[in-house]
């Protein structure tokens, strides 16, 4: 299995633009995480869906946050405009609840290091 | 709301001493544990996990984690330390079953293993 896949690894923009962070899951699972990790502010979870569709967003930090699932493959985190305090590593994860409602283990993609100027 | 804390920000040992990494949870009921490791540019990777049954959980490198109900700890071992194991390793509890929590994972701040040669 190719495990959690996340592009593009590295991306450096400048404030203002916006950004997309691409995250396929492993196949089958039907739980996905984003997370964004800082110095300050260590692992937070930012929204996670299941089955597609948003359980909690309660840690976007603004609205210029926005994450879509599409199908069971794809996830999008986005970013309008960017601005140099998102500046983080960002991670993807995947999981297979049983029964949709226990939790199992989170398998993490390699993360997105975003860089904004 | 379930919590985690590591209270060891940064740890150094010598290789071939043993490891302890301390980690307690809030959590109103018997939590799903997890211990996580982050080597540096990398995603994180399950170490080891306790869900029900035997308190002492076995790990891959080696590791080892006793469930500890009494103390509220989950606290991880390695009898005798290798360079490659400097790392930053994170523990994580998740809610059982039910209601908006499930699937999430909560995890502490990290801890920092230095491996002096």
């Known amino acids: 299995d190719a495990g959690v896949i996340q592009s593009p690894r590295h991306e450096v923009t400048e404030m203002g633009q916006e950004v997309t962070l691409r995250c396929k899951p492993i196949s089958g699972h039907n739980s996905l995480f984003w997370y964004r990790q800082t110095m300050m502010r260590g692992l937070e979870l930012l929204i996670y869906f299941n089955n597609n569709v948003p359980i909690d967003d309660s840690g976007m930090p603004e609205d210029r946050f926005s994450a879509k699932m599409p199908n069971a493959s794809f996830s999008t985190l986005k970013i309008q405009p960017s601005e140099p305090r998102d500046s983080a590593v960002y991670f993807c994860a995947s999981s297979s609840p049983v029964l949709a409602v226990l939790t199992d283990t989170q398998y993490f993609g390699p993360g997105t290091r975003l860089t904004v100027l | 709301a379930q919590s985690v804390t590591q209270p060891d920000i940064h740890i150094t040992v010598s290789e071939g001493a043993s490891l302890e990494l301390r980690c307690n949870y809030s959590y109103g009921a018997t939590p799903y544990l997890f211990w996580y490791v982050q080597s540096p540019g990398q995603g994180l990777q399950l170490l080891l996990k306790?869900?029900?049954?035997?308190?002492l959980v076995q790990g891959i490198k080696g590791f080892e984690a006793e469930f500890k109900r009494s103390q509220s700890s989950f606290n991880l071992r390695k009898p005798s330390v290798h360079w490659s194991d400097a790392a930053e390793y994170f523990c994580a509890v998740g809610a059982r079953a039910g209601g908006t929590s499930y699937g999430k994972l909560t995890f502490g701040q990290g801890t920092i293993l230095t491996v002096h040669p």
């Open positions: 306790y869900f029900s049954g035997d308190t």
